[in-house]
């Protein structure tokens, strides 16, 4: 049915973000024309769109007679949790065009080359969450490695940018560290 293929597509579409938005930053930070601070900043504002549309949300969904003051208490932790998710969804972003582009060159290569393990996939129950940093790192090297990379390319490439680049470069060369500190048991 239409609306199937409609999901497919769409589903590819959001694949296809991570790998975007990190190019676009690359090209951004090396050799893309204009203002590498805009480039960067159109891509944040993809990445922050859950924080931004939870604030409009806020913002346009005031029950008349409630102070604006109140209102806002109310929402404080809606338009916190789109802040974080938009600040994890940068941390993480390296690390999910890894992922993304893994599984879009497995499904391309199993449904147009070998037609084998075409439903192997795992649940989110049934994975493997590595318990130390020293395996967080194994299973996550790719952001890292892809930080550094980027670095020496900009440094090559625009070395005047490296300093715009710097700060995103820094969250995902540490991006393990976030699922890692995350993932430790509550105290208390």
Do not use: C
């Not at 604030?55 to 969904?61: D, I, N």
């Not at 604006?68 to 932790?77: K, N, S």
């Amino acid at each position: 049915p239409a609306i199937a293929r409609w999901k497919i597509l769409d589903n590819l579409r959001r694949s296809l973000v991570p790998p975007a938005l990190v190019v676009m930053l690359a090209g951004a930070w090396t050799i893309m024309p204009g203002s590498p601070a805009l480039w960067t900043m159109l891509a944040l504002l993809v990445i922050a769109f859950p924080a931004y549309t939870q604030l409009g949300r806020s913002v346009t969904g005031r029950v008349a007679g409630v102070p604006l003051r109140e209102h806002f208490r109310a929402e404080r932790d809606n338009i916190l949790s789109g802040l974080r998710q938009a600040a994890l969804s940068l941390v993480m972003l390296a690390h999910q065009m890894a992922l993304m582009l893994d599984a879009i060159g497995r499904v391309a290569i199993r449904t147009l080359v070998t037609r084998r393990r075409l439903l192997e996939w795992v649940t989110a129950d049934r994975a493997v969450v590595p318990a130390t940093l020293a395996g967080v790192i194994r299973r996550m090297w790719v952001g890292p490695g892809i930080a550094v990379g980027l670095a020496a390319l900009v440094a090559v490439l625009g070395p005047g940018r490296l300093v715009l680049a710097a700060p995103v470069l820094v969250l995902w060369f540490l991006s393990p560290l976030l699922p890692h500190v995350t993932g430790l048991p509550l105290e208390g």
